[in-house]
């Protein structure tokens, strides 16, 4: 004879995890808020140097850079999640690109407001100004 039928097992096993699950559900909540708030502020045009960059609300960006090596362009698809900016790169121009078509680049977003972004990459930390 079990201690328990089976009905109470799993009746036990949700009461176990009730505190964890609601606190992944707030956690993923505040994140989804956090996103949709970056994704508010960053869309538009942002400056750094020789690189321009305009983020579309529709998800589309284009970037324009005109530095020592000439003139790029790169357009593609963004979205942010759990704080980070993710470009998908469909098209690429110009004399010495750095892209290729479908790479896709991860940028972390350490600062945001609605006059600079500051995103990290490979250690390294860039910010764009409007």
Same mark, same amino acid.
């Given at each position: 004879m079990t201690p328990w039928p089976s009905h109470h097992t799993h009746a036990f096993?949700?009461?176990?995890?009730?505190?964890?699950?609601i606190t992944l559900s707030l956690l993923l909540t505040a994140c989804s808020r956090r996103d949709a708030m970056l994704t508010h502020q960053v869309a538009g045009v942002w400056q750094d140097g020789p690189t321009k960059i305009t983020? #579309?609300?529709?998800?589309?960006?284009? #970037?324009?850079?005109?530095?020592g090596r000439g003139t790029n362009d790169f357009a593609g698809t963004w979205k942010i999640a759990d704080g980070v900016l993710t470009m998908v790169l469909t098209s690429v121009s110009g004399s010495k690109p750095d892209g290729r078509v479908g790479d896709v680049v991860h940028l972390k977003i350490v600062d945001a407001d609605e006059h600079h972004i500051s995103v990290s990459i490979g250690g390294q930390t860039n910010t764009f100004n409007r």
């Open positions: 096993i949700f009461m176990k995890y009730t505190f964890e699950l983020f #579309n609300s529709d998800g589309g960006f284009a #970037n324009h850079t005109i530095d």
